[in-house]
């Protein structure tokens, strides 16, 4: 299967639709059973590999994404991040703004980003990941995309002001954004990821609306795709039926689109590029009952998907055997 995925994401024709993913998708079950503490995964490189490989290990979904946040490059640009130590399943999270607005980040983004926060950190996980399972599963390298790193790192209320006062500023940043992302997510590829997944959350078209994607976002994720030297998969949330004429612009391979997309409309909109999705995180995987998931899984593949992906992270929580059955192996 992997080299089947790897097929796929290099453009080459298969004869399935193979159910894998490029974003986060680590269990409780699995980090229990592996003897890990959901806060320590993300600052200990053998035991964010362990975590990142114990869902394929324990349901044979053949994929694997390191890391497992999306707050690493927030943090090589100086953000000090929040890793929830009481015990909570809370994902790391930006604990103050580095800045007010985006006029702050002209000319200030650091050089040698591969020695700053975790980056170093999470590439000797990947490579850990990639000894470990990286001949049988496809591992992804997933960083955040331009415009959702910005409002990690910026007041949001100013941003916004400034899109419309000044949107050159804006732009500028964002082009210097997506240099620093290609830079991480070229060393993950050169660590063993075997592609990278672009997860532009806050700045999908779903959220801000295609007139401020096409203004702000879309040159930047060309940029980054241009930049990155393997396969890509850039992912949007929220309703995006209507722009994805626009993400086939952004010079990924794939997109991946969640579950409030209709896929038959999307596939019909992409010609030339893959499209990933879209079975409902929350309300099938982690919810649902059984002939919900298989039901959600061949209504994707009747609607033309090339991979079956969740429509975005996983929870924590969602059942082992659930994603046993979105792969076909229960």
């Not at 590999?49 to 994404?65: C, E």
């Not at 927030?74 to 890793?83: C, K, N, T």
């Not at 992912?235 to 995006?240: A, D, E, H, M, R």
């Not at 982690?286 to 992270?313: F, H, M, Y």
Request: proline content about 5%; charged content about 20%.
């Amino acid at each position: 299967m992997r080299e089947t995925i790897l097929d796929l994401l290099n453009r080459k024709k298969i004869t399935i639709q193979p159910a894998f993913s490029g974003l986060i998708h680590i269990t409780a079950e699995g980090l229990e059973l592996e003897g890990l503490v959901f806060h320590e995964i993300h600052k200990d490189a053998e035991k964010m590999a362990r975590a990142a490989a114990s869902t394929f290990k324990l349901t044979g979904i053949p994929s694997a994404t390191l890391p497992l946040d999306l707050c690493a490059p927030a943090e090589a640009l100086g953000s000090e991040l929040f890793f929830y130590e009481d015990g909570e399943f809370q994902f790391p999270q930006v604990k103050k703004l580095l800045f007010e607005s985006t006029s702050q980040m002209k000319n200030l983004l650091p050089t040698e980003v591969r020695q700053r926060g975790r980056i170093s950190l999470i590439c000797k996980a990947i490579e850990l990941l990639k000894k470990d399972i990286g001949n049988e599963a496809v591992i992804s390298g997933l960083i955040p995309g331009p415009y959702t790193l910005l409002i990690y790192v910026c007041k949001v209320q100013n941003l916004f002001h400034e899109m419309k006062k000044e949107p050159a500023v804006v732009q500028n940043v964002l082009l210097e954004l997506s240099n620093f992302l290609a830079d991480i997510g070229n060393a993950y590829l050169e660590a063993g990821a075997d592609f990278i997944t672009v997860h532009e959350m806050g700045g999908s078209p779903g959220f801000i609306g295609p007139a401020k994607f096409e203004e702000f976002v879309l040159n930047p994720l060309k940029a980054l795709h241009g930049k990155l030297n393997g396969p890509k998969v850039l992912s949007v949330c929220g309703n995006t039926n209507s722009s994805m004429h626009l993400l086939a612009q952004c010079g990924a391979d794939a997109i991946s689109v969640d579950q409030l997309n209709d896929l038959a409309a999307s596939r019909a909109m992409l010609k030339d590029v893959l499209l990933f999705g879209n079975i409902d995180p929350v309300a099938a995987l982690s919810r649902g009952e059984n002939t919900q998931i298989t039901e959600a899984v061949l209504s994707a593949k009747e609607a033309g998907v090339d991979a079956i992906w969740p429509g975005c992270d996983l929870v924590v929580q969602t059942p082992l055997k659930n994603i046993k059955l979105m792969t076909g192996r229960q």
